[in-house]
């Protein structure tokens, strides 16, 4: 009727409940003694008429508890003491309560660990202005199936004036630069951006100002923008920063602001986090000439849309404007390159990768919480069955059946809840230590935090397990027919065939789970073991590795390492040091450390290829990345030579042009022929000289121990060197006691250049293994947990059974049965529901292990050996697991166990 | 006393709306008054009362105050709120359209079928 009304009698209720009791309690005996005095004036005794008043009022507690129903407040009451019932109940069986709540807060807990990385990696929007509008531009060439090559200054302006679509635009070059000028020369990561890249964003800076019209120049600008990590580390967090200038490359760039710590820039980075933002117009030295055909600037764009344009509407404008180009412009756009352009969500680019990596590692813990919520349904039906009497008395008393399913409901949300708050604990205090194992390559990870939605999330997941595990014992409980609850119960027996086969199925899925999860595991731990024992092409033992990088300072002529001949010479000089460091036996130098090049996805390192006596047409699928080594490069890695000669120190600058291919480019290009003397070169301009192929080499896992086939070909250092470089040390002594001689023998050549990211080359190649390594040990680790979990259900089954049966055991052996024959009976409960089990999670697996076949390497999807180790381990186990009961089955006295029946 | 009649079910709510619409009772009060209308013919159980007299209350229809009873203690008065009254009028008209229709189904002879 009148709602308001009502909520505000209820809400009185529930504020003064104390006083309104009382109230109650007078108007009752008002009336009581009201009567009562009525009947004294018609004849009766005082004693008489209070005795008569009190029966015809009838169940005083009976009518209160009514008045309660009847305002609605009584449920409350009932659910505060079935809460203290449930507590009462927990505490008396402090074993059972603290399987449950332990496995919980590990089901709870990772769950929500996992949740918070994956909200905000996948799940949240970018933390920009309008971030649904941003969007990645791909300049493609289909026809020769290229994607996000380089691109020139017209083509850029072409998105801003010609397109229609964007409202703005940045080309976004990422990299590392020499930051000197501040106490120590470090490494740092930079973005070279557009003017209009921070608007676009939406970004403020925490002090001074970022870029403004006032800044636009068409080359470098001489004013960077700062991360607030590096005005912590170098500048000491001084307020008076602004105007600050250090050199950059050798350049002079000034401080004009600095940006809050929440900002991060929103690409793929080199190493790390971006430190400096330096803006440009990219038309002016040291850029390319802006003209069309001169598509050098290597720059991923970004865009964002203008309002109210759906991703499809701009794409389509995009394919038709590049149709237009690609007509205007037919000598700038060959006919068979198709060059085209391309959009996609922002955020689709950056997170797209991890993607399957973190969906797979959240079906795990989900898995994981299944499991245990199915254990602790069969740890609460065996106790429900206990409690059958109990339940059949109170059925007879007058309890409803929704009343008792209601109380028992609140008993496994009460342990749910207290398990889900553990587990939101244990996310709190383990997530830290969680990310610590996450490799640093997934975006976004300084986002994560445990926030509104992943609470809810972790409340979500408990009360769902408090459902899945309640409901089952509870509708089981409610459905006991009274009388056979009372009679079995008086039997002492309390175990009915229903409640079994109930438990046999939750036995059954959690096996089944368990073998899912546990086929993922072996799938992912053998991958992994098959990369760690992947041979890398050479020896990574006793091998330290450290990179540098000779600075381009923009006015080339204030560059002390143009041409070639510097480079030259600071390269023999840095050798001829490194030789000299005591315990070094070996030294070389690479522009691409194994497995940490990733010049597959960079125009710029993976070369069209021309071949000597091939037509020019074929040669446009013609490919190989091209690594510049110094001579003892291959004897350093012990990378063994297959054929023909190694680089000499007299392979240098005007000299003959000389190659080395591996084995895969020379099955690709010269299957079955001999490459030696051939000759070779990149790129497609006719007036570079031939280099001539002078040995093959076995392959080297340069792009990470994953990629194949990628054909690479060596070119000697000192006739084309360059500005990236790794020196390779061979030496018996630890990374960490080499650091600092490395630094001091670079700095005595040029005191301005750091060295950075010094490590043993087992480390380099361990870290190219991090995200596998997560992923195989985070679900290894949890396959561990649900094998166990899997264990404990089979055992607290059978053990349950034999306590339940010991009677009729004890008749069996009384009647002959043979200690054989009472241990057969049980271990056959148990192999029997392992055997279900397994083969069902056998069945699932092989019908959803194809979805990781993008985190397998090495290993098919339905790799035999796990697939025959699995379902065999967990067999033994089960059997282990049975064996225990069943034997304890055996242990039966005839005597006793008849006797006490 | 004469022969007494178990009350109708759902009857209650609508007695009592019309005895407190005759002025401020007490819970045995109200009792008093529905039997004293009811010429002593309706058997109420005494302490079902109370539950009728809290959901009215919750449901708005009556109102309750603290007061004192013709033999100086202290008692809780229950009057009609204005939705109360609209619900005894709504709720006469409909008991008095019904007892007409189910008096006449009842009055009905073979021949008028």
């Known amino acids: 009727m009148n709602l308001l009304a009502r909520f505000r009698s209820w809400l009185k209720w ?55 129903a009847s305002v609605g407040v009584r449920w409350w009451g009932e659910l505060g003491s079935d809460l203290r019932y449930g507590v009462r109940l927990l505490r008396k069986n402090p074993g059972f309560a603290a399987v449950a709540i332990l496995t919980l807060a590990l089901g709870v807990g990772a769950n929500t660990a996992i949740f918070s990385i994956v909200n905000s990696v996948l799940l949240r929007p970018l933390p920009y202005r309008d971030p649904d509008r941003l969007v990645r531009i791909f300049f493609n ?43 120590q020369p470090e490494r740092i990561e930079f973005v070279l951006i557009g003017f209009d890249y921070f608007s676009m964003l939406g970004a403020t800076p925490q002090i001074g100002r ?7 120049v068409p080359g470098f600008s001489p004013n960077v923008v700062i991360s607030d990590a590096l005005w912590h580390r170098d500048f000491g967090a001084d307020p008076n920063v602004l105007g600050r200038t250090f050199r950059f490359d050798g350049d002079p760039a000034t401080i004009i602001g600095v940006l809050p710590p929440g900002f991060r820039h929103p690409g793929p980075t080199v190493s790390g986090d971006v430190q400096v933002w330096s803006a440009a117009g990219f038309s002016a030295d040291p850029f390319p000439k802006p003209i069309r055909s001169n598509h050098g600037l290597n720059a991923g764009t970004i865009g964002r849309l203008k309002p109210g344009l759906t991703l499809d509407q701009a794409q389509s404008r995009l394919t038709a404007m590049a149709t237009e180009l690609r007509r205007d412009f037919p000598t700038d756009y060959p006919q068979q390159a198709q060059w085209t352009i391309e959009i996609q969500p ?36 065996a106790r429900a069955s206990g409690r059958q009497q109990e339940m059949a008395v109170r059925l007879a008393l007058g309890a409803s059946r929704g009343r008792m399913i209601r109380q028992m409901l609140t008993e496994s949300l009460l342990l749910s809840l207290i398990g889900g708050l553990a587990g939101i604990v244990t996310a709190f205090t383990t997530l830290d230590f969680i990310l610590r194992f996450v490799p640093a390559s997934i975006p976004r990870l300084h986002e994560v935090r445990i926030d509104e939605a992943v609470l809810a999330f972790a409340v979500l997941i408990s009360l769902l397990t408090g459902l899945v595990f309640g409901l ?10 009274l009388s056979s609850g009372i009679r079995e119960g008086g039997r002492g027996s309390g175990y009915s065939s229903k409640t079994e086969c109930l438990r046999d199925v939750l036995i059954v899925s959690e096996l089944a789970f368990a073998v899912m999860l546990m086929v993922g595991a072996g799938l992912l731990l053998r991958t992994l073991r098959d990369l760690l024992r992947e041979n890398p092409g050479f020896n990574p033992t006793q091998v330290v590795a450290a990179n540098i990088w000779l600075p381009v300072p923009d006015n080339p002529n204030e560059d002390p390492y143009r041409g070639i001949a510097p480079k030259v010479a600071f390269d023999r000089e840095l050798l001829r040091r490194l030789k000299t460091i005591p315990g070094v036996n070996l030294a070389a130098i690479t522009t691409d450390l194994p497995t940490t090049n990733h010049s597959l ?13 091939r037509p020019v047409e074929s040669s446009q699928d013609l490919r190989a990345e091209r690594v510049r080594i110094s001579p003892e490069y291959f004897k350093l890695m012990q990378a063994p030579l297959v054929r023909g000669r190694s680089f000499s120190e007299g392979d240098e600058d005007g000299k003959q042009p000389v190659a080395i291919v591996d084995e895969t480019t020379a099955s ?36 990470g121990l994953d990629v194949d086939g990628v054909p690479h070909i060596y070119v000697p250092i000192f006739q084309n060197p360059w500005r990236a470089q790794s020196v390779v040390l061979r030496t018996s002594l630890p990374a960490n006691a080499l650091e600092s001689q490395i630094r001091h023998e670079v700095q005595s050549i040029d005191p301005g250049l750091p060295v950075y990211g010094v490590s043993s080359m087992n480390d380099v190649l361990d870290a190219s293994l991090a995200s596998r390594r997560f992923s195989a040990q985070l679900v290894g680790g949890f396959a561990g947990l649900a094998l166990l979990l899997a264990s404990i259900g089979i055992y607290g089954l059978l053990a349950y059974m034999v306590s339940q049966r010991s009677r009729e055991i004890g008749l069996r052996m009384a009647l002959g049965a043979s200690r054989n024959n009472v241990l057969k009976l049980f271990l056959q409960k148990g192999v029997v529901l392992a055997g279900i089990g397994i083969v069902a999670g056998v069945v699932f697996s092989a019908s959803t292990a194809s979805l990781m076949a993008s985190l397998l390497y090495g290993v098919r999807p339905h790799d035999p050996a796990v697939f025959l180790a699995v379902p065999l381990l967990l067999f033994v186990v089960a059997v282990v697991a049975s064996y225990l009961p069943a034997r304890r089955a055996t242990k039966v006295d005839p005597m006793v166990a008849l006797r006490e029946a | 006393m004469g022969k007494q009649i178990d009350l109708l079910q759902g009857t209650l709510d609508m007695l009592i709306l019309k005895a407190v619409s005759l002025g401020p009772l007490h819970g045995y009060g109200v009792l008093l008054r529905i039997q004293q209308i009811s010429d002593e013919q309706l058997e109420i159980q005494q302490g079902s009362l109370y539950p009728a007299l809290y959901r009215l209350e919750h449901q708005g229809l009556i109102a309750s105050e603290w007061g004192e009873s013709d033999n100086k203690r202290k008692a809780k008065f229950y009057s009609l709120t204005a939705a109360g009254r609209r619900q005894l009028h709504s709720e006469t008209e409909k008991w008095n359209r019904m007892a007409l229709l189910i008096a006449s189904i009842l009055r009905t002879t073979p021949e008028q079928v």
């Open chain 1, 14 to 68: 529930m504020v003064t409940r104390q006083r309104l009791e009382s109230e109650m309690e007078t108007e009752v005996r008002f009336h009581i003694e009201s009567y009562a005095a009525d009947l004294v004036r018609k004849g009766l005794s005082q004693e008489e008429a209070m005795r008569q008043a009190r029966i015809e009022f009838g169940g005083i507690e009976t009518h209160k508890d009514e008045v309660r």
């Open chain 1, 141 to 183: 060439e289909p026809g020769l199936g290229l994607r996000d090559v380089t691109v020139s200054k017209p083509e850029l302006d072409d998105l801003t004036d010609r397109a229609g679509v964007f409202e703005d635009v940045s080309a976004i070059a990422g990299g590392s630069a020499n930051l000197t000028g501040v106490k």
């Open chain 1, 210 to 216: 970022l870029y403004g019209p006032q800044d636009h």
């Open chain 1, 346 to 381: 922002l955020q689709e680019v950056l997170v797209g990768k991890v993607r399957p990596m973190l969906i797979i590692t959240l079906g795990t813990v989900i898995l994981i919480v299944l499991i245990v919520s199915l254990n602790i349904a069969n740890l609460l039906l």
């Open chain 1, 472 to 481: 089952v014992p509870a509708l089981h409980s409610a459905r006991v027919a």
């Open chain 1, 601 to 613: 996805n960079d125009p710029n390192g993976n070369y069209a290829l021309a071949i000597e006596d």
């Open chain 1, 668 to 703: 690709k290009y010269w299957p079955g022929r001999d490459p030696l003397g051939r000759r070779v070169r990149f790129g497609q301009d006719p007036t570079l000289p031939w280099m001539t192929i002078v040995g093959v080499v076995k392959d080297i896992k340069s792009d």
